[in-house]
């Protein structure tokens, strides 16, 4: 039998299984991947360490960002060959479910998430419906690639598809980490007037200082949502929520000014209040939910990385070998360092 290495979630709290397991084949309309880089991301966190995301199953590989090579294809599978480099979608959608066929696939109503409900990219191989692979262009390494299906897509989708950036409107970023960071790189791109961070972590303030944020608040030093319509002399145009806790979800709110969005990606159990009605109404705001990213919004980042116009250069804060794979999520858990995105090559 044929075997690979694969990091297993076995209890949350636990470190993660490093072991021998059966390489995957693939089925009819399935490819094989021979992995080369997967992302992680706070979602591992949950998964593994905290264990507030329930996983269909005990043990299962871990790893939803995945990009590597064809090794192998299913009898049905025509659109790519073995050698062909590609990125994961985070799930494996349907393709025939009204949102799959309206292009919104991660509304997918059969949609299986890899590392909860089907093995993952943290292992040597993985398999995955054609459907769901998306090329990578020549000249995108797989490392950003990978961190590009959830990390910089997730922001992208928040922005364009909820948000509905215009150029010229004012944005707020509640929580610099991972996913906010991209966010400010993206608004910057897509043409953002004024642009303000929030977090209450001295680094993440500063990487978003650097990156061009045009006004940075720590969280910690008072109400977020004043300090920006002093700063900017009146509420933001778009705020995105990418902590999923109630109080930041609420400053979101605040923050806004008349026809604002706010847009919330952060999930957590707690319930954020709105503004009573009179004025929530009277201003025209709007909150918005905003989940993953579509197909199209991963196939579009990686032709602007491809293309130089988005710069990922620093977006990678360690490399770590898959049998290191547990002290990568410490890493990631700890933020030691500064973490934009962590990468496990395997
Ligand atoms: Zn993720
Ligand atoms: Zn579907």
């Known amino acids: 039998m044929t075997t690979m290495l694969a990091a297993r979630l076995v209890s949350p709290g636990q ?3 490093i072991e021998e397991v059966p390489r995957p084949r693939p089925g009819e309309d399935e490819v094989l991947l021979r992995v080369e880089a997967c992302g992680l991301c706070g979602t591992d966190l949950h998964l593994a360490v905290v264990g507030d995301i329930p996983v269909e199953r005990v043990p299962i590989t871990l790893g939803h960002e995945g ?3 064809v090794a192998a294809l ?3 599978v025509r659109e790519f060959a073995i050698g062909d480099r590609v990125a994961m979608f985070p799930a494996a959608f349907c393709g025939k479910c009204r949102f799959c066929l309206a292009g919104r696939h991660s509304l997918c109503d059969a949609s299986r998430v890899y590392g909860m409900a089907r093995d993952g990219a943290l292992a ?4 995955a419906p054609a459907r769901t692979l998306i090329p990578i262009p020549d000249g995108v390494s797989s490392e950003l690639a990978a961190i590009v299906t959830d990390g910089v897509s997730t922001p992208f ?4 598809s909820r948000g509905r950036l215009v150029a010229g409107e004012s944005v707020a970023v509640f929580g610099c980490g991972g996913l906010g960071t991209h966010a400010i790189i993206l608004a910057r791109l897509m043409g953002a007037g004024r642009i303000a961070a929030i977090d209450v972590d001295a680094s993440a303030l500063e990487r978003a200082r650097r990156l061009g944020a045009d006004l940075v608040l720590d969280a910690s030093a008072g109400d977020p949502a004043k300090a920006i319509r002093a700063g900017f002399g009146r509420g933001a145009d778009l705020a995105l929520e990418f902590v ?3 109080e930041t979800a609420e400053a979101a709110i605040r923050a806004l000014d ?3 969005r706010a847009v919330l990606v952060g999930v957590g159990a707690g319930r954020p209040a709105l503004p009573a009605l009179l004025a929530f109404v009277g201003r025209e705001q709007s909150v918005l939910g905003s989940f993953g990213m579509d197909r199209a919004d991963i196939e ?5 990385v491809a293309d130089g116009q988005l710069d990922l250069s620093a977006s990678i804060s360690g490399r770590y070998a898959l049998s290191d794979v547990n002290a990568a999520l410490q890493r990631l858990c700890d933020k030691s360092g500064g973490v934009v995105r962590i990468v496990v090559r395997t």
Not at 124 to 127: L, M, P, Q
């Open 258 to 260: 008349k026809s604002g």
């Open 74 to 76: 299913g009898s049905g």
């Open 244 to 246: 999923g806790k109630v």
């Open 157 to 160: 989708h928040a922005l364009r």
């Open 67 to 69: 990009a590597g090579v």
């Open 300 to 304: 579009d980042l990686l032709s602007m």
């Open 124 to 127: 040597e191989y993985v398999v």
């Open 15 to 17: 470190p993660l299984n």
